[in-house]
């Protein structure tokens, strides 16, 4: 977080479709609300998708799923590792989420619930400290999978131009 956008300004959000997004439509959403000043920081949620299979004959194989797609983000390739149930936004102002609401509207062809609230930690939880110890860029504060390899489910600054030199 910069100096300009205090912690009292901040708010955050989560567009919750009423139904999983195919990855096209995960992509376009994603960049157009990338592509919005006043994005702090973003990540999807939802149930993941397996990447070998667990059980049966074919134990260990990938899975052929439509769901497995490499999509790009402003910029960046990122291979999708759930299914895309919602996503949640941290944005500077009040005037930012109504921009991040008209591209939802836009973009979005199905009804999906605008939340306002508290999704994003904002302080170390105990995931955080053990995945990224004690001095964790505080970018990075919530933005670890529980369930995931560090090495196997990276997280993608999208910006990198826009993160001060104190917070690299």
């Not at 205090?6 to 609300?33: D, H």
């Not at 134990?59 to 390739?77: D, F, R």
């Not at 400290?129 to 997280?155: E, F, H, S």
Request: charged fraction near 25%; include cysteine; aromatic fraction near 4%.
């Amino acid at each position: 977080m910069s100096e300009a956008c205090s912690a009292a300004n901040i708010v955050q959000l989560e567009v919750f479709p009423s139904r999983l997004l195919k990855p096209e439509t995960a992509q376009s959403l994603l960049n157009a609300i990338a592509d919005v000043d006043g994005i702090i920081r973003l990540f999807v949620h939802g149930p993941r998708l397996p990447q070998t299979v667990p059980y049966g004959p074919a134990t260990g194989l990938p899975v052929q799923h439509s769901g497995n797609k490499v999509i790009e983000v402003a910029g960046q390739t990122i291979e999708l590792s759930v299914y895309v149930g919602s996503i949640r936004i941290e944005v500077a102002d009040v005037d930012v989420k109504e921009q991040v609401r008209e591209v939802c509207e836009t973009i979005l062809t199905m009804p999906f619930e605008f939340r306002v609230g508290h999704f994003i930690p904002t302080r170390q939880t105990v995931t955080d400290y053990a995945k990224r110890g004690p001095g964790a860029d505080p970018m990075m504060i919530g933005m670890t999978d529980p369930k995931g390899k560090l090495k196997d489910n990276p997280v993608c600054i999208l910006k990198p131009d826009d993160i001060p030199n104190d917070m690299e």
